[in-house]
């Protein structure tokens, strides 16, 4: 999984679910750079996937939602 740099973003939260729109697990906290590699899936199985960035200030709302299968 790999995202766009977010200016003032200090680390990155990765989420999933295996349901279209929700409810989101955090994978990862405190990410820093912009890509991960989620090892933790069963599979043919598909995931839903959203991004969160955080400062000092505050978390982003989820970014956009996107899908993967393994």
Same mark, same amino acid.
């Given at each position: 999984? +790999?995202? !766009? &740099?977010?200016?003032?973003? !200090?680390? &990155?939260?990765?989420? @999933?679910?295996?349901?279209h729109g929700r409810p989101y697990v955090?994978?990862?906290?405190?990410?820093? !750079?912009?890509?991960?590699?989620?090892?933790?899936?069963?599979?043919?199985?598909?995931?839903?996937?959203? +991004?969160? %960035?955080?400062? %000092? !200030?505050?978390? $982003?709302?989820?970014?956009?939602?996107? $899908?993967?299968? @393994?």
């Amino acid at each position: 999984m +790999v995202w !766009g &740099f977010t200016d003032n973003a !200090g680390t &990155f939260t990765v989420k @999933r679910s295996t349901t279209h729109g929700r409810p989101y697990v955090d994978v990862v906290n405190n990410l820093i !750079g912009t890509n991960y590699i989620d090892t933790g899936v069963i599979n043919n199985t598909t995931y839903y996937y959203v +991004v969160t %960035a955080a400062n %000092a !200030g505050a978390e $982003s709302v989820d970014s956009a939602e996107v $899908s993967a299968t @393994r």
